[in-house]
């Protein structure tokens, strides 16, 4: 099980400290929205302000890229530090040669879905990529509410991997919080991006762990 803390819900005014927070915390990634204000209505960071917070958070940089031209993004985002970018299923012809940069910059790869964008997309995809992402929210904007029907897109995920005798990590993003990480586990979802479900917590360590206990738990 592992919990990416995400940087949208922390406290902008202060990012450096906030960053050596979510280090201290227990996680294991700190999960970097990038938005630019054309695939979704929102614009968050970009590469410099990752190239900043590289040396004070020493856990693995995920990298979500909710952007219409991730192509000149890549390598900026590779060289300020990130280990993993995931890119949307949605831009669909550019996938493919987007997971060949990728891999030709050494990173890990993660492949994202939108709530409403059916699975039959990611069918050819999933023997090329590190990680799968559901969305449970439209993305775009942090504290939304869990979307119940993803939850059998995990399902599928899950049956799929098995079947495929493949290895990606089953991520989910949106409205994650104890419970709703409770159902995703128990759907076959190991990797748990959460903003507003673990910030709203004073002691981020607590929640941490304690999202991660509430994860373990439902997989049993
Ligand atoms: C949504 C982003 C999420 C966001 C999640 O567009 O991709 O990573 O930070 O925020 P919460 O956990 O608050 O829904
Ligand atoms: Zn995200």
Redesign the pocket.
């Known amino acids: 099980m592992l919990i990416a803390p ?1 940087l ?2 922390a406290n902008f005014a202060r990012l450096g400290s906030e960053a050596v927070r979510i280090d201290r915390s227990g996680a294991d990634w700190l ?1 970097l ?1 990038i938005m630019d204000g054309h695939f ?1 209505p929102n614009i968050s960071f970009g590469p410099a302000v990752v190239k900043t917070l590289r040396p004070v958070n020493r856990l693995t940089f995920d990298v ?1 890229l ?1 952007c219409s031209h991730p192509e000149i993004l890549l390598e900026p985002f590779a060289k300020a530090g990130a280990d993993r970018m995931t890119i949307h299923v949605e831009l669909e012809s550019q996938v493919t040669p987007l997971i060949w940069k990728l891999r030709s910059l050494g990173k890990q790869v993660g492949l994202a879905i939108n709530p409403p964008t059916g699975m039959a997309s990611v069918e050819p995809y999933l023997d090329r990529i590190d990680s799968l992402l559901v ?1 449970t ?1 439209n ?6 509410e869990f979307i119940g029907e993803c939850l059998t897109k995990i399902d599928q995920a899950a049956a799929w991997r098995e079947r495929l005798g493949l290895k990606y990590r089953i991520a989910v ?4 919080e104890f419970h709703t990480a409770a159902h995703c586990a128990e759907a076959g979802a190991d990797t748990f ?5 673990l910030f709203k917590h004073k002691n981020l360590k607590a929640a941490v762990a304690k999202m991660r206990k509430a994860a373990a738990d439902a997989c049993h």
């Open positions: 995400s949208l819900a999960h929205d979704v979500h909710m969305m929210v993305p775009g904007f942090g504290g939304q993003d949106g409205g994650i991006i959460s903003g507003t479900g």
